[in-house]
């Protein structure tokens, strides 16, 4: 009799059946950890949005709050690592999460705390956006908080995203005060032991937006993107989490890459400028008529 038959014939209790057919019906669980931002262009509003946007069920662990609107951010404050680690254990003993998704941290306790719970669940797959400044240039990870990232975190991830400004930071030689190219910084982020290496070009002065996935053997796949008008607040996190949405979703990491730039870049397509600073992706694009109806 194979597994299917077994289920088939065995008697569910029938307080635990309805509770069985509710968990088939759930989407897949994406568990993120970012700060706050009442803009709701970055951080967890972002990751929220993005993640059910497509299609998951988003769990939120709080990491710091933030002070900032469209135009920069004023001020942070980190959460305590205990209650980092509290509501991230609260949720893991509760639901099974399908991908992990990790923003800004706020201070190298959090990033420990964040470390252990993560290494606890080595076959979930980790997606790290390395959130080091705003898009204004406010400082929002000290070179110690990028020490524990090397350190703790990233031999951890499946995938980091860090733009061209963030791999350059974080893969440079502080003794020698190198300049690498972006297939170095590759190399080095690699050599700390994560999987793979999404680097995007936003920021460097070519027509066209080049970003760029690495794995052990060096470049998997290179996607260019036509270059959008204005500047954009939280694209970085819209694309990590869409693809950890992606991966979550079953999609493999080159397909999940693929995916996640195809719903970023549409998103911002349709940005909008709420205030007196950036704008604001619509992570919501999808949804809205904006061609009118032909009834």
Same mark, same amino acid.
């Given at each position: 009799?194979?597994?299917?038959?077994?289920?088939?014939?065995?008697?569910?209790?029938?307080?635990?059946?309805?509770?069985?057919?509710?968990?088939?019906?759930?989407?897949?669980?994406?568990?993120?950890?970012?700060?706050?931002?009442?803009?709701?262009?970055?951080?967890?509003?972002?990751?929220?949005?993005?993640?059910?946007?497509?299609?998951?069920?988003?769990?939120? @662990?709080?990491?710091?709050?933030?002070?900032?609107?469209?135009?920069?951010?004023?001020?942070?404050?980190?959460?305590?690592?205990?209650?980092?680690?509290?509501?991230?254990?609260?949720?893991?003993?509760?639901?099974?999460?399908?991908?992990?998704?990790?923003?800004?941290?706020?201070? @190298?306790?959090?990033?420990?705390?964040?470390?252990?719970?993560?290494?606890?669940?080595?076959?979930?797959?980790?997606?790290?956006?390395?959130?080091?400044?705003?898009?204004?240039?406010?400082?929002?990870?000290?070179?110690?908080?990028?020490?524990?990232?090397?350190?703790?975190?990233?031999?951890?991830?499946?995938?980091?995203?860090?733009?061209?400004?963030?791999?350059?930071?974080?893969?440079?030689?502080?003794?020698?005060?190198?300049?690498?190219?972006?297939?170095?910084?590759?190399?080095?982020?690699?050599?700390?032991?994560?999987?793979?290496?999404?680097?995007?070009?936003?920021?460097?002065?070519?027509?066209?937006?080049?970003?760029?996935?690495?794995?052990?053997?060096?470049?998997?796949?290179?996607?260019?993107?036509?270059?959008?008008?204005?500047?954009?607040?939280?694209?970085?996190?819209?694309?990590?989490?869409?693809?950890?949405?992606?991966?979550?979703?079953?999609?493999?990491?080159?397909?999940?890459?693929?995916?996640?730039?195809?719903?970023?870049?549409?998103?911002?397509?349709?940005?909008?400028?709420?205030?007196?600073?950036?704008?604001?992706?619509?992570?919501?694009?999808?949804?809205?008529?904006?061609?009118?109806?032909?009834?």
């Amino acid at each position: 009799m194979n597994a299917s038959s077994k289920l088939t014939n065995r008697r569910i209790p029938a307080a635990n059946l309805k509770l069985f057919i509710s968990m088939a019906d759930t989407p897949p669980i994406v568990l993120t950890f970012a700060a706050s931002d009442p803009t709701g262009g970055a951080g967890m509003q972002a990751d929220l949005l993005t993640l059910a946007a497509m299609g998951c069920h988003p769990l939120s @662990v709080i990491t710091a709050i933030t002070v900032q609107d469209s135009l920069g951010v004023d001020d942070f404050f980190p959460l305590d690592a205990e209650w980092v680690a509290d509501q991230a254990r609260a949720v893991l003993e509760d639901m099974p999460v399908a991908a992990f998704k990790i923003g800004m941290l706020g201070s @190298v306790e959090c990033i420990a705390a964040i470390a252990e719970i993560v290494g606890d669940y080595p076959n979930i797959p980790l997606i790290l956006d390395p959130v080091l400044s705003s898009g204004r240039g406010d400082e929002l990870s000290s070179e110690d908080m990028m020490d524990a990232l090397g350190e703790m975190l990233i031999p951890q991830t499946t995938l980091i995203t860090p733009n061209s400004m963030e791999a350059r930071r974080l893969a440079a030689d502080e003794d020698n005060g190198d300049n690498p190219a972006l297939d170095e910084c590759a190399a080095r982020l690699l050599s700390l032991g994560c999987e793979f290496v999404l680097i995007t070009g936003t920021h460097e002065n070519t027509p066209q937006v080049i970003n760029t996935l690495y794995g052990e053997q060096g470049v998997i796949a290179s996607h260019a993107w036509p270059r959008l008008p204005g500047s954009y607040h939280g694209s970085g996190c819209t694309l990590a989490s869409a693809i950890a949405a992606a991966i979550a979703q079953g999609m493999d990491i080159v397909d999940a890459v693929k995916d996640g730039q195809d719903f970023t870049w549409h998103a911002l397509q349709a940005g909008f400028r709420p205030g007196m600073g950036q704008y604001i992706p619509d992570r919501l694009f999808w949804a809205r008529d904006t061609h009118g109806s032909d009834d």
